[in-house]
């Protein structure tokens, strides 16, 4: 008895083979379905109706983004580095209940970071959050290798770009980061992140 061929349809195939993006690429939206991070880093934005950005997370490997997990109108994805990304059904998603939890911790870890009251003390969370989430080892302390421009940052912490690098030179004088190319930052180690206003 012959087995029947099963035709695999090209847009499956598709969309369940990885893609590359180049940094700043827009992840296209897809119907029914998400996107999961392979590699680099992407983050989840809205824009107001003056037109500036509001960042609503950031991402990286192995986790899931896209429109089914967010009300936000509009709503988009954009890669802050290369990014290898797998298009994945929203009905072929095995492990639900864990990519619902990440977004909602994450909500939660940003709503904390925005309720300080003063600036400085934002980014310097928002720098902390980064490091446990994507920090690696290096030998002077925690190497940050999102390449987030300081237009990015103060766009994730509500803020502007010529506060953040105000902040940030501050910050690199008295010890904490240190900034390096391609919009890389190294955190220093110190006790509590102890720094002077």
Same mark, same amino acid.
């Given at each position: ?7 695999? @349809? ?21 119907? $029914?379905?998400? *996107? ?13 109706? %003056? ?7 950031? *991402?990286?490997?192995? %986790? ?14 954009? #890669?802050?580095?290369?990014? &290898? ?17 990440? +977004?909602? /911790? ?7 970071? /925005?309720? +300080? ?10 720098? &902390? *959050? ?5 920090? =690696? ?7 940050? $290798?999102?390449?987030?421009? +300081? ?7 509500? @803020? ?18 240190? #900034?390096? @190319? ?5 955190? /220093?180690? =110190? %006790?509590? *992140?102890?720094?002077?206003?």
């Amino acid at each position: 008895m012959n087995q029947p061929m099963i035709a695999s @349809s090209p847009t499956l195939l598709k969309l369940t083979q990885p893609q590359r993006f180049p940094a700043r690429a827009i992840l296209p939206s897809r119907p $029914n379905s998400l *996107w999961k991070i392979k590699s680099g880093f992407v983050r989840t934005l809205t824009w107001l109706e %003056d037109g500036n950005n509001v960042a609503l997370g950031i *991402w990286g490997e192995g %986790d899931v983004v896209g429109a089914m997990l967010s009300k936000a109108d509009p709503f988009q994805i954009e #890669c802050l580095t290369k990014v &290898e990304a797998i298009a994945v059904p929203f009905s072929e998603l095995r492990n639900a209940t864990e990519v619902l939890l990440a +977004h909602l /911790h994450q909500v939660e870890a940003l709503m904390q970071i /925005h309720s +300080h009251r003063r600036i400085d003390m934002v980014l310097l969370k928002f720098l &902390e *959050w980064l490091d446990k989430r994507f920090g =690696q080892d290096v030998e002077n302390g925690r190497l940050l $290798n999102l390449r987030l421009t +300081h237009q990015d940052i103060a766009e994730a912490i509500g @803020s502007t770009r010529v506060t953040v690098t105000r902040i940030l030179n501050q910050f690199e004088r008295q010890g904490v980061v240190q #900034c390096l @190319s391609l919009q890389r930052i190294v955190l /220093h180690e =110190q %006790d509590g *992140w102890h720094y002077q206003i």
